[in-house]
C-alpha cells in the first residue's frame, strides 16, 4: 500500500467492520389518530418518526414545538475544552444558552427544536479579505434563519440566540419579518476583561504600537494572551456587538436587563429558562413579533441607541429591522431629531468619559435603567409591548423598585468599587461631565447625500470651547485601506493630515470596516488631529474625527472619488448642534467657497486608482448591486424585493428593446 495513504488509513481497529445492516428502531407507538392520518400533510407524519428516531420519547410528541436559532460556532467539549474552535467568544458559548432554553421548553410540556447558522467575527477579518464578507453576511444569514423557521412549519414560535456584530442583527432582522409568530430574542452577552491587560479593542492596536516603539515585542505577546478574559460573550466594549444587544432590549424583543449579560454566569443561563417560559406564554395568548415591533418600538431602539452613544453601524441594522417588519424606515431626518432630544448617559468604552467595561453597564442596571432616566423626560413610547407580555411602562414600574435592581447595583459597588451613577449617569451629572449626543450626519460637496460620524467619540482636547471641531487640512487620498495602514505605520501620516480613503464602499468592498485605522489613529500621539474620511464604515469601537458612510460612494460617482493628494478641504462638526459639513475648498495655493469646489469636483474625472477591489468576491457584487437598487447604506443595505423586481424588468425590457432596434437597422 502506498505509505501516504497507510498513514491516512490508520490501523485496522478490533470489529471496524462488524457493520450492522438494520436496528429494531424506537420503542413505543406514534400517537396518531384517524384524523391525524386522515388530515394532516405527510411532512407532519414523517415529522413524528424523525423525532423518534432522534431519540424523543413517543408519549411527548404532540407538545407545542418552538425552534431554537443561535449562531453557535465551533465545538466544545462536556467541560468547555475546544474540539474544534469558532471564529470568536460570542458564539463560543451560546449553545448552552440553547440547551438550557430547549430544557425548560421540554419542561413546560413542549418539543425544542435546534439550529445554528455560525456568523464572522469583524475582528478577525479587520485588514483582510474576510471583511468582503461582513455586511453581507447579515443579509444572507438572514435569509437562511427565516429558511429555517419556514422549513418547521409546525413551530409554535422561535427564540433567537446571537451576540455579535453581524449574527445578532442578522437574527433580529430574520424575527422581524416574522411577523405572524411569536418570536424573542436572547443576548449572547459579553465577555470580561482582563484583571490586568487590555481590553479586546486597544489589544487589536498591537501592531501599529509596536512599529511605533511604543510596545515591546514581549509585552505584546503578554498582553494579547490575556485580553479575552473569559471564552465566551461580545468584546467588553460598546461596539456594534454590544450595541446591537441594547437594540434588541429596546425594541421589546428581549426580557428586561437582558442586554450585556457577564457569558457563562447563573444570571446569563438563567436568561434562557426565563425567555423560554416568556416564549410559552406568548404563543398560549397569541402574542405575535407585530405586536412587539412596532413604529413606538423604533423610536424606543433609537432613543436608547442615542443614550448609550452606540455604534454607528445600527445606522445600517435599526432601518434593516424596521423594513423586515413593514415599518416606515428611519431616514437621517429622524436620527437627528433623536439624537437632538436624547441625552448620552453611558460612560463606557469606547466613548468615555471614564471607559467602563460593558459588564459594569449591565451591574449598573443596563437598559432599563438608562430608560428610567429617559421616562423622566418623556423620550419613550411607554405603551410599547414587550415580550415579557408587559408594556414598556409596566416593565419599568417594576424594574425600579425589584430587587434584581438593587442587588445588581449593589454589587458593582461591592466587587469594583464603583458608584453605579459613574456608569450609567442621570442626565444632570452627565451634562456636567460634558458628554454630548451620539450622531452628526455632515454634509457637503464631498458628501452630497451625506455622512456618519460619531461625534461623541471626538476627543475633547481638539474641539472648540463652542463645542465645535473644526479642522481644515489638505487630503491624503488612498484606495487601499492596507496603504492606508502602511502610511500610518511608516510616518506617511502626520498631525493635521486629513486621510481619504475611497472605494471602499459596498461596491468596492462591500462596506468594509476600517478599524486598523481608527484604531491606530486613537492610540498614537498625534492621531487625535488628523480626521479621517471614507466611504466605508468604521467598527462600533472607533473613535476620533472619524467620518463615514460619505454618500454617493466613489465608486456610485460619488465626489469623495475625485479628491487628489494636496486638496484642501474643510471639515466642521457641531457636536452640541449635531450638525456638520464637508466641503473641497482648495488645491494648490487657491482658495473657493464650496459650491465653486462643487463645479472643479464635477468637472475632475476619478481618482486614476479608484477601482473595485480585485480580490471583491461576486457574492459580495451581487449583494452591493442588490442592495444599491433598494435605496443603498441610507436604507440599512436591505433587500428591498420590489425595488429589486421593478429594476431587473426595466433593465430586461431596455435590453429587449435595444436588440430589437438592433434587429431592424
Same mark, same amino acid.
Given at each position: 500500500?502506498?505509505?501516504?495513504?497507510?498513514?491516512?488509513?490508520?490501523?485496522?481497529?478490533?470489529?471496524?467492520?462488524?457493520?450492522?445492516?438494520?436496528?429494531? /428502531?424506537?420503542?413505543?407507538?406514534?400517537?396518531?389518530?384517524?384524523?391525524?392520518?386522515?388530515?394532516?400533510?405527510?411532512?407532519?407524519?414523517?415529522?413524528?418518526?424523525?423525532?423518534?428516531?432522534?431519540?424523543?420519547?413517543?408519549?411527548?410528541? &404532540?407538545?407545542?414545538?418552538?425552534?431554537? +436559532?443561535?449562531?453557535?460556532?465551533?465545538?466544545?467539549?462536556? *467541560?468547555?475544552?475546544?474540539?474544534?474552535?469558532?471564529?470568536?467568544?460570542?458564539?463560543?458559548?451560546? /449553545?448552552?444558552?440553547?440547551?438550557?432554553?430547549?430544557?425548560?421548553?421540554?419542561?413546560?410540556?413542549? @418539543?425544542?427544536?435546534?439550529?445554528?447558522?455560525?456568523?464572522?467575527?469583524?475582528?478577525?477579518?479587520?485588514?483582510?479579505?474576510?471583511?468582503?464578507?461582513?455586511?453581507?453576511?447579515?443579509? *444572507?444569514?438572514?435569509?437562511?434563519?427565516?429558511?429555517?423557521?419556514?422549513?418547521?412549519?409546525?413551530?409554535?414560535?422561535?427564540?433567537?440566540?446571537?451576540?455579535?456584530?453581524?449574527?445578532?442583527?442578522?437574527?433580529?432582522?430574520?424575527?422581524?419579518?416574522?411577523?405572524?409568530?411569536?418570536?424573542?430574542?436572547?443576548?449572547?452577552?459579553?465577555? &470580561?476583561?482582563?484583571?490586568?491587560?487590555? *481590553?479586546?479593542?486597544?489589544?487589536?492596536?498591537?501592531?501599529?504600537?509596536?512599529?511605533?516603539?511604543?510596545?515591546?515585542?514581549?509585552?505584546?505577546?503578554?498582553?494579547?494572551?490575556?485580553?479575552?478574559?473569559?471564552?465566551?460573550?461580545?468584546?467588553?466594549?460598546? #461596539?456594534?456587538?454590544?450595541?446591537?444587544?441594547?437594540?434588541?432590549?429596546?425594541?421589546?424583543?428581549?426580557?428586561?436587563?437582558?442586554?450585556?449579560?457577564?457569558?457563562?454566569?447563573? @444570571?446569563?443561563?438563567? +436568561?434562557?429558562?426565563?425567555?423560554?417560559?416568556?416564549?410559552?406564554?406568548?404563543?398560549?395568548?397569541?402574542?405575535?413579533?407585530?405586536?412587539?415591533?412596532?413604529?413606538?418600538? &423604533?423610536?424606543?431602539?433609537?432613543?436608547?441607541?442615542?443614550?448609550?452613544?452606540?455604534?454607528?453601524?445600527?445606522?445600517?441594522?435599526?432601518?434593516?429591522?424596521?423594513?423586515?417588519?413593514?415599518?416606515?424606515?428611519?431616514?437621517?431626518?429622524?436620527?437627528?431629531?433623536?439624537?437632538?432630544?436624547?441625552?448620552?448617559?453611558?460612560?463606557?468604552?469606547?466613548?468615555?468619559?471614564?471607559?467602563?467595561?460593558?459588564? %459594569?453597564?449591565?451591574?449598573?442596571?443596563?437598559?432599563?435603567?438608562?430608560?428610567?432616566?429617559?421616562?423622566?423626560?418623556?423620550?419613550?413610547?411607554?405603551?410599547?409591548?414587550? @415580550?415579557?407580555?408587559?408594556?414598556?411602562?409596566?416593565?419599568?414600574?417594576?424594574?425600579?423598585?425589584?430587587?434584581?435592581?438593587?442587588? !445588581? %447595583?449593589?454589587?458593582?459597588?461591592? !466587587?469594583?468599587?464603583?458608584?453605579?451613577?459613574?456608569?450609567?449617569?442621570?442626565?444632570?451629572?452627565?451634562?456636567?461631565?460634558?458628554?454630548?449626543?451620539? !450622531?452628526?450626519?455632515?454634509?457637503?460637496?464631498?458628501?452630497?447625500?451625506?455622512?456618519?460620524?460619531?461625534?461623541?467619540?471626538?476627543?475633547?482636547?481638539?474641539?472648540?470651547?463652542?463645542?465645535?471641531?473644526?479642522?481644515?487640512?489638505?487630503?491624503?487620498?488612498?484606495?487601499?485601506?492596507?496603504?492606508?495602514?502602511?502610511?500610518?505605520?511608516?510616518?506617511?501620516?502626520?498631525?493635521?493630515?486629513? &486621510?481619504?480613503?475611497? #472605494?471602499? #464602499?459596498?461596491?468596492?468592498?462591500?462596506?468594509?470596516?476600517? =478599524?486598523?485605522?481608527?484604531?491606530?489613529?486613537?492610540?498614537?500621539?498625534?492621531?487625535?488631529?488628523?480626521?479621517?474620511?471614507?466611504?466605508? %464604515?468604521?467598527?462600533?469601537?472607533?473613535?476620533?474625527?472619524?467620518?463615514?458612510? !460619505?454618500?454617493?460612494?466613489?465608486?456610485?460617482?460619488?465626489?469623495?472619488?475625485?479628491?487628489?493628494?494636496?486638496?484642501?478641504?474643510?471639515?466642521?462638526?457641531?457636536?452640541?448642534?449635531?450638525?456638520?459639513?464637508?466641503?473641497?475648498?482648495?488645491?494648490?495655493?487657491? %482658495?473657493?467657497?464650496?459650491?465653486?469646489?462643487?463645479?472643479?469636483?464635477?468637472?475632475?474625472?476619478?481618482?486614476?486608482?479608484?477601482?473595485?477591489?480585485?480580490? +471583491?468576491?461576486?457574492?459580495?457584487?451581487?449583494?452591493?448591486?442588490?442592495?444599491?437598487?433598494?435605496?443603498?447604506?441610507?436604507? #440599512?443595505?436591505? =433587500?428591498?424585493?420590489?425595488?429589486?423586481?421593478?429594476?431587473?424588468?426595466?433593465?430586461?425590457?431596455?435590453?429587449?428593446?435595444?436588440?430589437?432596434?438592433?434587429?431592424?437597422?
Amino acid at each position: 500500500m502506498n505509505q501516504a495513504l497507510r498513514t491516512i488509513m490508520g490501523p485496522e481497529a478490533p470489529g471496524l467492520y462488524d457493520i450492522h445492516t438494520h436496528a429494531a /428502531g424506537p420503542e413505543g407507538r406514534l400517537p396518531l389518530t384517524a384524523d391525524m392520518l386522515t388530515e394532516l400533510p405527510s411532512g407532519d407524519l414523517f415529522g413524528l418518526s424523525q423525532n423518534v428516531g432522534m431519540g424523543w420519547k413517543p408519549d411527548r410528541l &404532540l407538545g407545542k414545538q418552538f425552534l431554537i +436559532l443561535s449562531t453557535q460556532g465551533g465545538i466544545r467539549a462536556e *467541560d468547555g475544552t475546544p474540539v474544534a474552535l469558532g471564529f470568536h467568544t460570542g458564539h463560543w458559548e451560546v /449553545g448552552l444558552l440553547a440547551r438550557e432554553a430547549a430544557r425548560e421548553i421540554a419542561a413546560l410540556g413542549g @418539543v425544542p427544536f435546534a439550529a445554528a447558522v455560525s456568523d464572522p467575527c469583524d475582528g478577525r477579518s479587520q485588514g483582510t479579505t474576510g471583511m468582503f464578507d461582513s455586511l453581507p453576511y447579515r443579509n *444572507d444569514a438572514a435569509i437562511v434563519f427565516r429558511r429555517l423557521i419556514r422549513s418547521l412549519p409546525t413551530r409554535k414560535g422561535v427564540i433567537g440566540i446571537g451576540t455579535c456584530d453581524k449574527g445578532l442583527p442578522a437574527m433580529m432582522i430574520a424575527l422581524a419579518g416574522m411577523r405572524d409568530l411569536p418570536t424573542i430574542v436572547v443576548p449572547g452577552g459579553v465577555t &470580561l476583561p482582563p484583571t490586568d491587560g487590555e *481590553d479586546a479593542a486597544k489589544i487589536q492596536t498591537i501592531g501599529a504600537r509596536y512599529a511605533h516603539g511604543q510596545l515591546t515585542l514581549e509585552e505584546a505577546a503578554d498582553l494579547g494572551c490575556r485580553a479575552c478574559a473569559t471564552p465566551g460573550g461580545g468584546c467588553q466594549f460598546l #461596539g456594534t456587538a454590544a450595541s446591537a444587544q441594547v437594540v434588541a432590549e429596546a425594541l421589546g424583543m428581549t426580557l428586561p436587563h437582558a442586554a450585556l449579560a457577564p457569558s457563562g454566569q447563573p @444570571v446569563w443561563l438563567e +436568561l434562557a429558562r426565563q425567555s423560554a417560559r416568556a416564549m410559552r406564554r406568548m404563543a398560549d395568548d397569541g402574542t405575535t413579533t407585530r405586536d412587539i415591533v412596532t413604529d413606538a418600538a &423604533l423610536e424606543n431602539a433609537m432613543a436608547v441607541h442615542a443614550a448609550f452613544g452606540g455604534s454607528t453601524n445600527l445606522l445600517l441594522h435599526i432601518p434593516a429591522v424596521a423594513h423586515a417588519a413593514g415599518l416606515r424606515i428611519p431616514d437621517v431626518g429622524d436620527w437627528t431629531r433623536v439624537n437632538k432630544a436624547v441625552p448620552r448617559l453611558v460612560s463606557v468604552l469606547p466613548n468615555g468619559p471614564e471607559y467602563h467595561p460593558t459588564v %459594569r453597564v449591565f451591574l449598573a442596571g443596563g437598559v432599563p435603567e438608562v430608560m428610567l432616566h429617559l421616562r423622566k423626560f418623556g423620550l419613550l413610547r411607554l405603551d410599547a409591548r414587550t @415580550v415579557s407580555g408587559e408594556t414598556l411602562g409596566d416593565v419599568l414600574d417594576w424594574w425600579q423598585d425589584s430587587e434584581r435592581r438593587h442587588e !445588581v %447595583r449593589k454589587r458593582l459597588l461591592a !466587587v469594583d468599587g464603583i458608584d453605579p451613577d459613574r456608569v450609567i449617569l442621570p442626565p444632570a451629572q452627565a451634562a456636567a461631565r460634558g458628554l454630548t449626543s451620539t !450622531v452628526a450626519f455632515p454634509v457637503g460637496n464631498l458628501a452630497p447625500e451625506g455622512s456618519v460620524i460619531k461625534s461623541t467619540a471626538i476627543d475633547p482636547d481638539v474641539v472648540g470651547a463652542d463645542g465645535v471641531y473644526r479642522h481644515v487640512g489638505q487630503a491624503k487620498v488612498f484606495t487601499s485601506e492596507k496603504a492606508a495602514v502602511k502610511a500610518i505605520k511608516d510616518g506617511g501620516i502626520r498631525e493635521g493630515d486629513i &486621510l481619504v480613503l475611497i #472605494g471602499r #464602499g459596498p461596491s468596492g468592498t462591500g462596506m468594509e470596516e476600517t =478599524y486598523q485605522l481608527t484604531s491606530a489613529l486613537k492610540h498614537l500621539p498625534f492621531g487625535k488631529r488628523v480626521t479621517l474620511i471614507t466611504d466605508a %464604515r468604521f467598527s462600533g469601537v472607533s473613535t476620533g474625527a472619524c467620518i463615514g458612510h !460619505v454618500g454617493p460612494e466613489a465608486l456610485a460617482g460619488g465626489p469623495i472619488g475625485r479628491l487628489r493628494d494636496g486638496d484642501w478641504i474643510d471639515v466642521r462638526i457641531d457636536r452640541n448642534a449635531l450638525e456638520g459639513s464637508l466641503d473641497f475648498v482648495g488645491e494648490g495655493e487657491t %482658495r473657493f467657497a464650496p459650491e465653486a469646489g462643487a463645479a472643479i469636483l464635477a468637472a475632475r474625472p476619478p481618482h486614476p486608482e479608484l477601482a473595485a477591489d480585485p480580490a +471583491l468576491p461576486d457574492d459580495t457584487r451581487l449583494w452591493a448591486a442588490l442592495q444599491a437598487a433598494s435605496g443603498g447604506t441610507w436604507r #440599512g443595505s436591505i =433587500y428591498d424585493v420590489d425595488r429589486i423586481i421593478e429594476t431587473l424588468q426595466a433593465g430586461m425590457a431596455a435590453l429587449a428593446s435595444g436588440k430589437e432596434r438592433g434587429t431592424e437597422a
